[in-house]
């Protein structure tokens, strides 16, 4: 009896809990709206997340009002209505509102500054059709709106757009219908409203958690068809699986209202018929179970019942009677898990919780169907924790049983496993051994090939002007001294690009540059790359034309974009003559990428040549116009950098009519 009174108690507490959170409004932690008017100054959209827009909207039934209509005046013929919630929860003059009919909802809202772009987002949308306007522009529709009943298109697909605050008082404006019996028009869950990227974010979720249950149903249901068919004199196996089936027709409409698949009426007959026949499957499974609890006419019964309501809903009937039927259909469960549990049945326990945890959440909907409470839709939730604890118990029975029969086979199944686990990880070990080891020769050969040419030759220039000058002093007037001091800064300069390429490089190949991504705005790094090249730029009398028509933000690993970009414009003033010209241009692109060209008017590329200009086995140095000397190693770095960014980089030249060198990056957000 302690044991009972134990479990009751945990039921309770799972009940209570499920409770208080749906019937939750956290009126305590959001500002909600009063007669129509939300007051969100003070509210940062990036920093403090989403918020729901509840609360207390005006309302004008039977109307259809357009935001742009300027003869209408919305200062007269509304009333308050609560969102979330159906309208038939609203009275009119004393009178309910009939479930079927079109309305509108308008909300303003007050914030603090204009400077930020805002999303609108709801789990299942409004019932059944809408179109929502944000400050007089489309911000979101599901669906075909209208006053006429033969125009009206229900749909569960809803798609929200971004914008921008015009002003500080956003207007919210949604017209919404509702033909579809069976249904009431309205915002069943909350709406809420934030920053572009935490409303993506919110989803994104939303779509990652309805994926993970949707695909562990999934594994339930194969499982179990797996173990019948293994275990074929278990029926518990079998009706398991076709409830994990029905299950998920039941779900079903997250996902396909999400792809938008089918139509209004499809996705509601795969909702229905799914848990319509789910109830008397819960039936004969727990007969399979207890078989002696359940009286042997009961599940057939139950099934003649379910095939009425399907007829009946298919039908266009309303099925308000089945929903009573499998309240008192899982009452009866729940006794019988109850007499189960105080005979010490196996497993009892564990049955028990899961089904009142199911029909905690079938009452809790129950009941708000029926507009005796005002809470959420919890069945999903307890559906799903009802199936993933028979799921174990059933599941961990058969695996008890099958381990015992297969114990030493698999002991000796995994000793042979193991063994050539360690002989195939020893021999990759071994490959991935040689190939970094190439790797490091490569890479050793390579410094000592720019060490012995590119890096000693300016060095040795170098010194033997400064041995020169040293030496020689006296010969050398001022003109010549700032002619010498001017090739030495030239040498010296060379020879510093090189090394940082020479070392970023070195890096690469030893992994240790890291790919850190994050949005930045792209003509800011090109107008910092284009200040460092002023001197050059002005020495050579080279022209340098951007064309960037607006600011655009990029995806990317900013170090690794500023090199390649400085980099490239480097090597186009190399190889231009004076008086020549640069042009710099970022397009974009219908790929979600960027272009940037630099384009130059120099030497150009030997058709010959262009294939070695990215391969690292290959060394290709060019002298500039002026007697500029590359080791090759910054376009081979650029290309790196660019793969890492998930761009490509290309070039185009001529011998004789210069180069252009494109790479793209992708579109930020």
């Not at 789990?123 to 709106?145: E, F, P």
């Not at 409303?199 to 979720?205: L, P, Q, V």
């Not at 002005?538 to 900013?558: G, P, R, S």
């Amino acid at each position: 009896m302690q044991k009972l009174i134990k479990i009751f108690f945990f039921i309770s507490l799972v009940g209570y809990s499920l409770l208080s959170v749906s019937c939750n409004n956290k009126k305590d932690i959001y500002p909600v709206a009063k007669k129509g008017i939300l007051d969100l100054r003070g509210w940062d959209f990036e920093k403090d997340g989403n918020i729901p827009l509840n609360g207390e909207w005006k309302f004008y039934w039977k109307k259809l009002v357009d935001p742009n209509d300027t003869t209408y005046r919305f200062d007269s013929d509304w009333n308050i209505i609560n969102v979330p919630g159906l309208w038939r929860d609203t009275k009119l003059k004393g009178k309910p509102v009939p479930s079927i009919g079109y309305a509108t909802y308008r909300l303003e809202i007050l914030i603090d500054s204009t400077n930020q772009i805002l999303k609108l987002f709801s789990k299942t949308g409004i019932k059944t059709s809408s179109v929502l306007y944000a400050d007089g522009n489309l911000a979101g529709a599901n669906g075909v709106v209208g006053s006429n009943e033969k125009l009206v298109v229900a749909s569960d697909h809803f798609e929200f757009f971004s914008f921008s605050p015009t002003s500080e008082k956003i207007e919210i404006i949604i017209q919404v219908s509702n033909v579809t019996k069976g249904y009431s028009g309205g915002i069943s869950s909350p709406l809420k409203l934030g920053h572009v990227h935490n409303i993506i974010k919110t989803k994104r979720i939303d779509i990652y958690s309805t994926i993970f249950v949707y695909g562990c149903i999934f594994i339930f249901m194969i499982s179990q068809f797996l173990f019948y068919f293994a275990w074929i004199y278990d029926r518990s196996f079998l009706y398991l699986a076709i409830m994990s089936l029905l299950i998920l027709s039941f779900f079903s409409i997250d996902i396909t209202s999400e792809l938008d698949l089918f139509n209004f009426k499809v996705n509601h007959i795969f909702v229905n018929i799914g848990w319509i026949f789910a109830v008397p499957v819960i039936i004969y499974y727990i007969r399979s179970i207890f078989k002696e609890l359940v009286n042997k006419y009961i599940p057939p019964i139950a099934l003649i019942v379910a095939f009425i309501a399907a007829i009946a809903y298919l039908s266009g009937t309303s099925i308000s009677f089945y929903r009573v039927f499998a309240i008192i259909e899982l009452i009866y469960v729940i006794v019988i898990s109850l007499i189960a549990f105080n005979k010490k049945i196996y497993q009892s326990t564990r049955l028990l919780v899961g089904i009142s945890i199911m029909a905690l959440a079938a009452i809790n909907d129950l009941l708000f169907y029926l507009n005796i409470i005002h809470s959420y839709e919890m069945l999903h939730l307890g559906i799903f924790m009802f199936l993933f604890i028979q799921v174990y118990v059933v599941s961990s029975n058969f695996a008890k049983s099958y381990l015992k029969n297969k114990n030493l086979s698999e002991e000796l199944l995994s000793i042979n496993k193991n063994l050539e686990n360690l002989v195939v990880e020893r021999t990759k070990k071994i490959e991935d051994q040689n190939f970094q080891l190439k790797e490091l020769i490569t890479t050793k050969d390579r410094f000592f090939s720019i060490i012995a040419h590119d890096l000693r030759s300016p060095i040795s220039s170098m010194l033997s002007i400064l041995n020169m000058f040293s030496t020689h002093r006296d010969r050398f007037d001022e003109k010549s001294t700032e002619l010498m001091i001017h090739d030495i800064h030239k040498s010296t300069d060379r020879t510093y690009n090189l090394l940082e390429n020479l070392l970023n490089w070195a890096r690469s190949q030893k992994g240790e540059i890291y790919y850190n991504p994050d949005n930045f705005e792209l003509n800011s790094l090109v107008d910092a790359n284009v200040d460092l090249i002023n001197i050059p730029i002005e020495n050579k009398k080279i022209k340098l034309t951007k064309k960037m028509a607006q600011d655009y933000i990029c995806f990317a690993d900013k170090s690794m974009i500023d090199l390649v970009i400085r980099n490239l414009l480097s090597n186009a003033i190399k190889f231009t003559p004076s008086d020549g010209e640069i042009k710099i241009g970022i397009e974009e692109q219908q790929d979600g990428m960027f272009v940037i060209n630099i384009k130059d008017s120099g030497i150009g590329i030997k058709k010959e040549d262009l294939s070695k200009l990215f391969d690292s086995g290959k060394k290709l140095s060019t002298w500039g116009t002026e007697g500029e000397k590359g080791s090759g190693l910054g376009l081979i770095l650029c290309k790196e950098f660019v793969e890492k960014n998930k761009g490509t980089l290309k070039v185009k030249s001529e011998e004789g009519k210069g180069s252009t060198f494109s790479f793209t990056v992708p579109k930020g957000l």
